[in-house]
């Protein structure tokens, strides 16, 4: 790994603007563990130890259990997740996957109508947030653990 600047050090008020979307989260109805299904699905996809190994570590301490993080790149093949927890996922993977088509329309539709505006708002803003966090610790090559 090479050393590469640090955010946090060098422009902390940049950090600081992404914590004030991780706090708003956290008034959010979104419950910890469909965030930490988020954050973790959005790492794998994107390829981000750093988060990962944060993510699903949170995510055990919060209740989720190894078998779903285990099997959760293979959502769609098990019955493990509800139905809210598959569209979110399958709007994680979406909206991370932006350069592939975008959210369809049936992703989108289906959302909304289980989850509502509001809620799917919540969840869009923390697919984004994730994927921020992913690519300010793949850029700057953030170490693991």
Known sequence: MNN???IAETEPQAYK???ALVN???TTPLNKTRL???QVRASQI???AFCLNMHTKDALKNGE???RLFLLNAWRETNLFTEEEKVILALTEEVTLIHQGGVTNETYQKAEQLLGKN???QVIMA???INAWNRIAIATELPVG
């Open 4 to 6: 590469r600047v640090n």
């Open 17 to 19: 603007a992404m914590y």
């Open 24 to 26: 708003y989260l956290q």
């Open 36 to 38: 930490e299904l988020i």
């Open 46 to 48: 994107n390829g981000c």
């Open 65 to 67: 259990t190894a078998q």
């Open 119 to 121: 809620y799917v708002a």
């Open 127 to 129: 697919i984004i947030t």
